[in-house]
């Protein structure tokens, strides 16, 4: 690995091994240690932990060192730590309170959406959910163009809501989504009723139906919250 891609490699490894509990709050780390556990230099090593600083997961003292701090310090909508609980043994946790974020958050972009969004914005969205409709019905909803277009969507009707920390979250959204699929959570034929909803919330927004697509955007999380609510218990009986 070079440059941006070793930097990339180390940060992903050391924010996995602290996100799933193997470096618990309060464990000291050392940059010489980390260092030779890595085997990268020492000024890599200082990026990295001034990332990990920034997301609020490690604190660094004179005297003491790097130490970990406890999780309800960390930023949880950063997408890098999104994605680090997605691949570790607190998954289930974590998608299911991004799918309960997307329940509160996506009906009311679509609401705003049918008010605020212009006209390019609203024929796009459109566009997005007739794709999305077709690529579903001719069961590609585990290919990587589905998802892209998944994606697009979702993105599209947080930022067309005109709120700007509602489009922020566009990043979070979408980690979600790829974990869904990176998981095996996203059947090859999305249920029909799901394309549907995407569908009427888009004509929805496009229409200027406010109440219409809060509804039908309310409809398409709901059904997504239960499959996720319902792969939880599954997974917390059977453990």
Not at 64 to 70: A, D, E, I, M, S
Not at 177 to 183: E, H, K
Request: hydrophobic share 40%; glycine share 10%; charged share 25%.
């Amino acid at each position: 690995m070079h440059g941006v891609e070793q930097h990339s490699g180390v940060l992903d490894r050391l924010g996995r091994s602290i996100a799933s509990g193997d470096r618990g709050p309060g464990t000291v780390l050392t940059l010489a240690g980390l260092e030779e556990e890595f085997g990268v230099s020492r000024t890599l090593v200082r990026e990295v932990v001034r990332v990990l600083e920034s997301m609020g997961m490690l604190e660094s003292r004179r005297r003491v060192g790097v130490t970990v701090r406890p999780p309800g310090d960390w930023n949880p909508f950063d997408p890098r730590l999104i994605r680090w609980r997605l691949g570790g043994p607190g998954r289930d946790a974590q998608l299911l309170s991004l799918t309960e974020l997307r329940a509160a958050i996506e009906p009311v972009a679509a609401r705003l959406a049918a008010a605020r969004a212009d006209e390019s914005t609203r024929r796009r969205l459109v566009e997005l959910a007739a794709r999305l409709k077709a690529l579903g019905e001719a069961h590609r909803g585990t290919d990587p163009e589905y998802l892209a277009t998944d994606i697009a969507y979702h993105e599209l009707l947080l930022a067309a809501s005109g709120n700007p920390m509602l489009a922020a979250l566009g990043g979070t959204v979408a980690e979600v989504l790829s974990g869904r699929t990176a998981l095996g959570l996203m059947p090859r034929e999305p249920a029909p009723g799901a394309l549907e909803d995407h569908e009427a919330t888009a004509a929805a927004v496009a229409s200027g139906d406010a109440a219409t697509a809060e509804t039908r955007a309310r409809a398409v999380v709901t059904e997504v919250l239960e499959e996720v609510a319902d792969v939880t218990e599954d997974t917390s009986c059977s453990g």
